[in-house]
């Protein structure tokens, strides 16, 4: 099966930054898709950035020039690495991940990390 571990989260004050981290492991073909997701409490769950196979990225107008999503293509592994962190960011970030399956199991499939908790204190 497939498996996202997400690391890096932590509590910081603000204008610091953190590097979160989500590697994929187990049994697949390829990943179309990595990214951030996140959650505050009593909020929707928000798509914060995506990265994709070809390179291009998008983000959350919100975090957009102080955020960053990479990726290493060897380690299956997604990086989100967010400066100038305001009270605002704290919450739960999940990875998420778009999958090619290898056969037999063939096919796209989504996949969520177990989330990692960012706070921000001001």
């Known amino acids: 099966q497939v498996q996202l571990v997400e690391a890096g989260g932590g509590l910081v004050q603000a204008g610091e930054s953190l590097r979160l981290s989500c590697a994929a492991s187990?049994?697949?073909?390829?990943?179309?898709?990595m990214g951030w997701y996140r959650q505050a409490p009593g909020k929707q769950r928000e798509l914060v950035a995506v990265?994709?196979?070809?390179?291009?990225?998008s983000y959350v107008d919100s975090v957009k020039g102080r955020f960053t999503v990479s990726r290493d293509s060897a380690e299956n592994t997604v990086y989100l690495q967010m400066n100038s962190l305001q009270p605002e960011d704290t919450g739960v970030y999940y990875c998420?991940?778009?999958?090619?399956?290898?056969?037999?199991?063939?096919?796209?499939?989504?996949?969520w990390g177990q989330g990692t908790q960012v706070t921000v204190s001001s």
């Open positions: 998420y991940a778009e999958i090619q399956r290898s056969s037999p199991f063939r096919g796209t499939y989504a996949y």
């Open positions: 187990g049994s697949f073909f390829s990943i179309n898709v």
């Open positions: 990265v994709t196979s070809v390179g291009s990225t």
